[in-house]
């Protein structure tokens, strides 16, 4: 007889069977979904959550003497998809805490973290909630970067997250430069090339007023050819002037040192004595 309980009751009695006479009766548990065998073993078809709970093996022999074992059956429906919450997907190493939580709606089942595909190693900074459904980083490290999942199960079935990935950034030193420093340095720059700017224009100008002074070179002129005196009374007058392409050109002193500017002169001959 087998019949559902932790206490033999009639009322709960869900099939019985003699071996000598194959005679099968159903009791009052009965659901038409079970199938006792000469063994005494029993199968339940199409099992439900429903079917969760004690069962009482009674056997009785010829002489009237019995024995019973009682057996516990447990239903579980397969686990549905969990997924990972952060409370921050993006930290700061040696600084920055994280708290990764596994959600799920399934009750009754055991859960476990995977890093990069592998089940996690859990070090001195990470700690595990009781139910295993929240791991806290603190302090998280570059070596705790990459992808995390957690893995939901039970006797019959299991199921991993989507992986969710953990950046971890590093921590930025500090130069030692103060405000005032860095804004000192850049005006200094903006003087430095102010003056710069300054004393080339100051070249240009120079440059331009030479090349445009008019006044580049000074030229002698000849003494003018004036009526004199001499010592019997007469008038004195010049001689005729020598063939200008018969005298040799002479250079006068250049204020402007340009050897391409130069002056001819052409000497007067000379006076009567």
């Known amino acids: ?53 004690y069962y009482i093996l009674l056997a009785t022999d010829k002489n009237f003497q019995s024995k019973q074992v009682t057996g516990q059956l447990r239903v579980y429906k397969p686990v549905g998809k969990p997924s990972i919450r952060a409370s921050n997907a993006t930290v700061t190493e040696h600084k920055d805490a994280v708290v990764l939580t596994c959600l799920t709606n399934d009750r009754g089942i055991s859960i476990q973290w995977l890093f990069k595909n592998q089940s996690l190693l859990l070090t001195d900074r990470m700690k595990l909630s009781q139910d295993n459904s929240t791991l806290t980083i603190d302090p998280v490290r570059r070596e705790d970067a990459g992808g995390y999942q957690c893995e939901v199960f039970n006797p019959v079935s299991s199921s991993k997250s989507e992986p969710l990935r953990l950046d971890v950034q590093s921590e930025q030193k500090d130069t030692g430069y103060s405000v005032g420093t860095i804004v000192g340095s850049v005006i200094g720059v903006l003087v430095v090339v102010a003056l710069g700017a300054s004393l080339g224009y100051l070249l240009y100008l120079r440059r331009t007023r030479r090349a445009s002074d008019p006044h580049g070179l000074r030229e002698h002129p000849p003494p003018a050819a004036t009526p004199g005196q001499g010592p019997s009374g007469t008038s004195a007058f010049p001689g005729p002037l ?32």
Request: glycine share 6%; hydrophobic share 30%.
């Open 1 to 53: 007889m087998v019949q559902r309980g932790k206490i033999v009751d009639s009322d709960h009695q869900i099939v019985s069977y003699v071996i000598d006479t194959q005679k099968i009766t159903y009791g009052p548990a009965y659901s038409d979904r079970e199938k006792i065998y000469p063994n005494g073993s029993l199968l339940f078809q199409n099992v439900t959550r429903k079917d969760t709970g």
């Open 242 to 273: 020598p063939d200008p392409r018969t005298t040799g050109p002479i250079y006068e002193e250049l204020l402007n040192p340009n050897t391409e500017v130069y002056c001819r002169i052409i000497p007067r001959a000379d006076v009567a004595s």
